[in-house]
């Protein structure tokens, strides 16, 4: 802990003049960011695009609980400037190459007083946005960091609209999104999407959020928003050692909404690859005894109505065989469902099933017919009773061939229940955690590196936001953090039909999302309709990118859809490039995405409740090729509003490079295209 600062005069702050800390821009000139200090020795920094503010004068710094702010009386200690440009591969994702091109300033600020602190403010700058992050050096005068606030603003200079979710309430991430002036936003999870009045595009996020609290957007006045981290049960709500760098702060910036979703600072922001051959995870898509429970026809628990029983599992593994479904995600397999376990999970065995449903059986069976099990672990938020488990529950999904694991941590936000296992009969001690705060940060961290031991990919719901760790640590393949189809099954029209054209550049901007597409019925529990078209559901599959693609359905639902079940057969779940060919915030989004292992392209996606016909221009495709489009499209008088929900006409035509194709979006709607050269 520091001394106890002497009363650092006004007059030596004023004495002190402000001093050019620097500027850097991006590469091609049209962002340019400020990092300065006050005459108060205040750090701050501003963003201008084309000469334009962007965001302007924004203070940085901490609050501690055991020590004086890190706010105010600094000086430019140092001052370091950079230029970096290389292109990196991802194993999977929505493109096969990244290009990573930015300018770097770090300044290092000193404290004025006789025992000064010092702290890094590295900024990287590219065509896309910004990021930036602190780093607290190894230094005399401070060795602890306990947190109690980070102070770092983000002062939109002008008006505009925010789509954003509510932190720090019960639901996690899974609300509707709401559509507001930036005025109006209270506090936000990132990514919270703004478009200013001028057009401008912004996306406000974090990357590499490792050891440390998500952060939160809290709006503090106008369009001024502060940091506020997720809070921790021990009171400061991060606590490192130094020497320890922060997350990156990021903000992505461009002219129009496609210039949010082909962005890939997060990522660029992230570490390389540290598990090296992740071969082991392939790409894929599953079907699971899932939607029945959903549904509430089967339970997770045993009975009657208990959904994984062997007899059944081995009926899923035949459909998957027969239509080329690498997974089969199989819940309620294990001891610990009867009672409640809603942010609970005491009972939870992660090796033990229950009696009417035999895991070596179902296993070898998936096994000889060249199917994997997704494995299911649902915590109810129980992160101790897990942790416990943890090496001996992997180990053994290695054994029986399960690389792929659902985990699942069901508890309210801030209610995550910490209760130790070696007491766990008594379990008596319940701390409280929220979803997104540092203990849970570590825990995602854990379960992903005992998984990546045993070679086994992990896909959590209820987890933590993605903030691009998947390029650091490539078996974090996917997660929900958003409301998903679930929500589809559990009210009439669900979560409407402008949450997926939301989704698309809100939560997907941070990456993966096991949304759960593909259900073909529409209907969820007590045949309530979903707000959504047939073609809609096959559209989501490329509005919403994941590298483990789900066919939610019952299989029975899937067999009664031939020709759906073509495209969903037939549709990757890995790319080489993917780009947003039209859309709008909120409204719609149409993908083109290359294959990565066929000169096969892919378009389509998702309608709000507005129809619309786009008039796509296919100057994507490959020079002198003709290619076989084959259309799966809203029919004419197709709805979500009635049963004309499923009305799905199918097309087939020959289009080449610099064509275009008027297609019409139903209300609710959506459309999937193949594209497939033609031999010549
Ligand atoms: C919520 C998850 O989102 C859902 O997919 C899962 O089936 C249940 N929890 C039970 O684990
Ligand atoms: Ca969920």
Not at 30 to 35: A, D, E, K
Not at 119 to 143: A, C, K, L, S
Request: aromatic residues 10%; hydrophobic residues 35%; negative net charge.
């Amino acid at each position: 802990m520091k001394l106890p600062r002497l009363l650092v005069t006004a007059m030596a702050a004023m004495l002190s003049a402000p001093a050019l800390a620097g500027t850097v821009s991006s590469p091609d000139g049209r962002i340019v960011v400020t990092l300065d200090v006050t005459g108060e020795g205040v750090p701050y920094y501003s963003v201008e695009r084309d000469g334009k503010p962007v965001i302007t004068d924004s203070n940085l710094g901490f609050n501690f609980t055991d020590d004086d702010p890190m706010r105010r009386n600094f000086t430019v200690q140092t001052q370091i400037s950079r230029e970096s440009e290389h292109r990196w591969e991802q194993p999977w994702g929505e493109r096969q190459f990244v290009v990573d091109h930015h300018k770097e300033l770090a300044v290092t600020y000193a404290e004025t007083d006789e025992t000064p602190r010092t702290i890094t403010v590295r900024m990287r700058v590219f065509d896309e946005g910004i990021g930036f992050r602190y780093e607290f050096p190894e230094q005399p005068h401070f060795q602890t960091a306990n947190i109690a606030e980070e102070l770092t603003e983000f002062n939109i200079a002008s008006e505009g609209t925010a789509w954003w979710i509510p932190a720090g309430d019960w639901n996690r991430y899974e609300y509707i999104y709401s559509k507001t002036p930036i005025r109006e936003v209270s506090v936000a999870h990132t990514p919270m999407t703004i478009r200013l009045e001028d057009g401008t595009h912004l996306s406000f996020h974090e990357a590499a959020l490792v050891d440390y609290s998500g952060m939160w957007l809290r709006r503090m006045d106008g369009q001024r928003f502060r940091a506020s981290l997720a809070p921790s049960s021990r009171g400061a709500k991060v606590v490192r050692d130094a020497p320890f760098d922060t997350p990156w702060r990021t903000i992505r910036i461009g002219d129009d909404a496609a210039d949010l979703v082909e962005n890939d600072l997060e990522l660029n922001l992230n570490e390389p690859n540290k598990l090296g051959d992740v071969s082991y995870f392939e790409p894929n898509k599953y079907i699971g005894i899932w939607w029945g429970m959903i549904r509430g026809d089967w339970s997770w628990a045993q009975g009657e109505n208990h959904g994984a029983t062997t007899e059944r599992a081995k009926q899923y593994i035949d459909f998957a065989a027969e239509n080329g479904f690498r997974g089969v995600l199989i819940e309620g397999w294990n001891v610990g469902w009867d009672g409640n376990w809603f942010g609970n999970g005491r009972d939870y065995s992660f090796t033990q099933a229950y009696p009417d449903f035999d895991l070596e059986e179902v296993t070898s069976y998936a096994a000889e017919k060249g199917v994997h099990l997704v494995g299911h672990h649902e915590t109810g938020g129980n992160i101790q009773v897990y942790e416990a488990q943890l090496e001996d529950a992997m180990a053994m999904n290695q054994r029986l061939g399960i690389d792929v694991i659902k985990t699942g941590y069901v508890a309210d936000a801030g209610g995550i229940i910490s209760c130790n296992a070696d007491i766990k009969d008594e379990c008596g001690e319940e701390i409280f955690e929220w979803h997104d705060g540092q203990r849970m940060v570590q825990h995602h961290q854990r379960v992903i590196e005992v998984a990546a031991k045993h070679k086994i990919a992990i896909n959590p719901h209820e987890p933590i936001k993605d903030t691009g760790l998947r390029r650091t640590y490539p078996n974090w393949v996917a997660r929900e953090g958003a409301r998903g189809q679930e929500y589809n099954a559990w009210a009439k029209f669900g979560s409407g039909p402008d949450h997926a054209p939301t989704l698309v550049y809100t939560r997907m901007l941070s990456g993966p999302m096991d949304y759960t597409p593909g259900v073909l019925g529409l209907v969820g529990d007590n045949d309530m309709p979903m707000a959504s078209t047939k073609a809609k559901q096959l559209g989501l599959y490329l509005a919403i990118y994941s590298p483990i693609q789900m066919a939610a359905d019952f299989v029975e639902s899937l067999e009664a859809h031939p020709k759906e079940l073509e495209f969903i057969r037939a549709v990757p779940a890995d790319w080489a490039e993917s780009k947003l060919i039209a859309g709008e915030v909120g409204d719609y989004a149409i993908f083109a995405r290359k294959d990565r292992n066929s000169a096969d392209w892919y378009v389509g996606g998702v309608n709000d409740a507005t129809e619309r016909t786009l008039e796509l221009a296919f100057d994507f495709l490959e020079p002198d090729t003709d290619y076989r489009a084959t259309i799966w499209k809203d029919a004419e008088g197709a709805t979500y509003l009635t049963d004309a929900r499923h009305k799905i006409a199918y097309d087939s035509k020959t289009v080449k490079r610099g064509d275009t194709m008027s297609l019409w979006l139903a209300p609710g709607g959506g459309a999937a295209i193949r594209l497939e050269p033609i031999a010549k």
